[in-house]
């Protein structure tokens, strides 16, 4: 048991002693060159209705406590059976957390920041030794007795993939991703400041594969963020296909997005039972049926099938001259680098 400072729980009027055994002292954030972990006391209310547990956690600001990593990682912590679901951008990984996320059986946790951290330092080139571990083993906790844990890092979190599977030998991983035809679509109905980071994502997601290497010169340099977004695509791609070969299929598995909307259900139900999640079938299809009537990341907004297909059709009818000449410049300097098992088919 590892206890420290009694902090203000999210209840007004409750002081509560920091208890690592305890998953509801939830491991909120990660300053990787003090190498400390920020302690919050989350309910699991909050946990369920966030839809990004990072800076964008659905409840009211807290400092919580800060806690060396040393400290964690000496402490003997509960463990959970843990399922990853890895993901690319714009793939619905979202509507599959929340479709996982079934207490007391499974909690999913939804891009929790210290593994956001833990990215962005790899990418900085920073040292993750001792960090890893012990962020997983926070994360890992069960919010129930018997019960498992989803862990759906962010986007970016892909380059670092292989060391949280490391961190948790007995895991298996979903790999959730998209064709490319529905990547761009997603990226232009986002808003012009969601656009403007697509050069960044390029070349984070670039830096994290050896793709570059393989691209001709005209390849890095998109000259419209429709088509950058398409090299953002391949790159992710690329790393997708870097950590199934990493860890292999008796680890991972790769699901598009098409398959999984056509067939909602049934493809949550074969998630769960890959994962290894103590989940029954027909309750869980269930809840995916309903949960698939609603926006993942507006929950009281409703949402289907109908819904993602007419907003397509109103971006290609506004986009269709530059998604052509995207796909004309993607197949000339891009998609030809491409692994096969990566690229489109």
Request: hydrophobic letters at 50%; aromatic letters at 4%; one cysteine or more.
């Amino acid at each position: 048991m590892a206890t420290s400072r009694a902090s203000r729980s999210s209840l007004p009027g409750i002081e509560r002693a920091l208890e690592l055994s305890e998953a509801r002292w939830y491991g909120a954030d990660l300053h990787v060159p003090e190498r400390r972990f920020t302690m919050r006391w989350l309910e699991e209310d909050v946990i369920e209705r966030t839809s990004f547990l990072d800076t964008r956690i659905d409840a009211p600001p807290d400092p919580g406590i800060s806690i060396d990593a040393a400290q964690v990682a000496a402490t003997a912590l509960p463990a959970a059976p843990i399922g990853w679901l890895f993901h690319t951008s714009f793939c619905a990984s979202t509507l599959l957390a929340r479709c996982l996320h079934r207490a007391p059986a499974a909690t999913a946790l939804k891009e929790p920041l210290v593994l956001r951290r833990l990215s962005d330092a790899r990418h900085r080139g920073w040292p993750l030794d001792g960090l890893v571990a012990p962020a997983v083993a926070l994360l890992a906790r069960a919010w129930h007795p018997g019960g498992a844990v989803v862990l759906k890092p962010t986007h970016v979190a892909l380059n670092i993939a292989g060391d949280l599977l490391a961190a948790a030998p007995g895991s298996r991983a979903v790999i959730l991703t998209s064709s490319l035809p529905d990547f761009l679509i997603s990226n232009l109905k986002k808003p012009p400041e969601s656009q403007a980071k697509i050069p960044v994502l390029v070349e984070r997601a670039l830096r994290a594969t050896g793709f570059a290497a393989r691209l001709p010169e005209a390849a890095l340099r998109p000259p419209d963020l429709v088509c950058a977004a398409g090299l953002q695509w391949a790159a992710q791609q690329e790393l997708v296909r870097d950590v199934v070969a990493a860890a292999g299929p008796a680890r991972v598995r790769v699901l598009d997005l098409e398959p999984l909307l056509a067939n909602l259900p049934a493809l949550v139900v074969a998630c769960a039972r890959w994962l290894q999640l103590p989940l029954p079938d027909d309750a869980l299809a269930a809840h995916a049926r309903e949960v698939g009537l609603r926006n993942a990341k507006a929950t009281q907004t409703p949402y289907g099938p109908a819904h993602r297909a007419h907003e397509a059709g109103i971006v290609i009818a506004r986009h269709g001259d530059a998604l052509r000449r995207a796909d004309d410049w993607l197949h000339t300097h891009v998609i030809p680098a491409m692994r096969g098992p990566a690229a489109p088919g």
